[in-house]
């Protein structure tokens, strides 16, 4: 049984979106990524991305015009920080969302809820769903929102262009000896990534070892005993993010100067945009690599 508040919301929210104007449109039958069947427009217009990676992929595709909406926390690119933003990942302000008169909302399954996606189906707002996991899952989400967004020709171009870099990474770090790297999300209590979390592929991709790449979950919990038996070769920290953790930080925390690492200074510093499954991880990836195995990549 439905809350009477909640009850109460859900019927402002259909008001408001029978009264929006929202108008129609010749329309396409698409599956998603999570195998949901969503009928979008042919030419979508008037589009919202409820993910920062999602309106890069978009910008990628040259299909940024067509954003009426974006999430917080979205910087990339320049363009899309003066698109108006609905609300944070997890709830965005539904309100917003409708009064932009979306004729496509982009989710992400791993980030946005289910909830969400309930929501603007209720509201038969066309809700197509990806679900990247790791570097191929990521070129999926090309494919998947070229189709959404009627840009299939440039998703197939930026296919090719990612897996050549990717490919070039591989053959460049082909036969070289894999440190192991632990990847530093936080620090207290250390949250770490693990099989599920794209980071780990990338780490491999670049010619390395994530020493969590064992735990079955995506982004895990684990303690400072286990950080220090699994001896990580290089600590792996993300420029900016939690507004940067550094290796003097580190030091100044329990537990911490027990690894090598962290005595011998061997932490990577990578760009931030290894923080989301997007395009712009391939650039990323060939950053890492490149720190891993400089003498691989020397005169280039």
Same mark, same amino acid.
């Given at each position: 049984?439905?809350?009477p508040?909640?009850?109460a919301?859900?019927?402002?929210?259909?008001?408001?979106?029978?009264?929006?104007? +929202?108008?129609?449109?010749?329309?396409?039958?698409?599956?998603?990524?999570?195998?949901?069947?969503?009928v979008?427009?042919?030419?979508?217009h008037?589009?919202?991305?409820?993910t920062p990676?999602?309106?890069? +992929?978009?910008?990628?595709?040259?299909?940024?015009?067509?954003?009426?909406?974006?999430?917080?926390?979205? +910087?990339f690119?320049?363009?899309?920080r003066s698109?108006?933003? %609905?609300?944070n990942?997890?709830?965005p302000?539904m309100?917003?969302i409708?009064a932009?008169?979306?004729?496509?909302?982009?989710?992400?399954?791993?980030?946005?809820r289910?909830?969400?996606?309930?929501?603007?189906?209720?509201?038969?707002?066309p809700?197509?769903?990806?679900?990247?996991?790791?570097?191929?899952?990521?070129?999926?989400?090309?494919?998947?929102?070229?189709?959404?967004?009627?840009h299939?020709?440039?998703?197939?171009?930026?296919?090719?262009?990612?897996?050549?870099?990717?490919?070039?990474v591989?053959?460049?770090?082909?036969?070289?000896?894999?440190?192991?790297?632990?990847?530093?999300?936080?620090?207290?209590?250390?949250?770490?990534?693990?099989?599920?979390?794209?980071?780990?592929?990338?780490?491999?991709?670049?010619g390395?070892?994530s020493?969590?790449?064992?735990?079955?979950?995506?982004?895990?919990?684990?303690?400072?005993?286990? %950080?220090?038996?699994?001896?990580?070769d290089?600590?792996?920290?993300?420029?900016?993010?939690?507004?940067?953790?550094?290796?003097?930080?580190?030091k100044?925390r329990?537990?911490?100067?027990r690894?090598?690492?962290?005595?011998d200074?061997?932490?990577?510093?990578?760009?931030e945009?290894l923080?989301?499954?997007?395009?712009?991880?391939?650039?990323?990836?060939?950053e890492l690599?490149?720190?891993?195995?400089?003498?691989?990549?020397?005169?280039?």
């Amino acid at each position: 049984m439905v809350e009477p508040g909640k009850a109460a919301a859900r019927a402002l929210l259909f008001l408001i979106f029978l009264t929006s104007g +929202t108008p129609a449109f010749a329309s396409r039958t698409l599956t998603d990524e999570l195998g949901r069947t969503v009928v979008v427009p042919d030419r979508p217009h008037r589009v919202v991305c409820l993910t920062p990676s999602l309106t890069e +992929t978009v910008y990628e595709l040259s299909g940024g015009d067509s954003i009426v909406g974006v999430s917080d926390y979205t +910087t990339f690119p320049e363009a899309a920080r003066s698109k108006p933003s %609905v609300g944070n990942l997890t709830h965005p302000a539904m309100e917003k969302i409708i009064a932009l008169h979306p004729d496509l909302v982009l989710l992400e399954a791993h980030i946005n809820r289910q909830e969400t996606i309930q929501q603007l189906e209720e509201l038969s707002l066309p809700a197509f769903v990806v679900e990247p996991q790791g570097l191929t899952g990521i070129l999926r989400m090309v494919r998947s929102v070229g189709d959404a967004t009627n840009h299939s020709e440039e998703a197939e171009s930026l296919v090719k262009r990612l897996s050549e870099k990717r490919d070039a990474v591989a053959a460049r770090v082909k036969g070289q000896s894999r440190p192991k790297v632990l990847v530093v999300i936080w620090y207290e209590p250390v949250l770490t990534a693990g099989n599920k979390a794209f980071i780990t592929d990338v780490i491999a991709a670049a010619g390395g070892e994530s020493v969590t790449a064992d735990i079955p979950q995506a982004w895990p919990q684990i303690s400072m005993e286990e %950080v220090v038996e699994r001896s990580p070769d290089f600590l792996l920290l993300i420029k900016e993010l939690h507004r940067g953790i550094t290796l003097d930080l580190l030091k100044s925390r329990a537990g911490w100067d027990r690894l090598a690492a962290v005595r011998d200074a061997r932490v990577l510093y990578v760009d931030e945009k290894l923080e989301l499954p997007s395009p712009a991880v391939f650039e990323a990836l060939e950053e890492l690599a490149r720190t891993l195995h400089p003498a691989a990549f020397r005169g280039n």
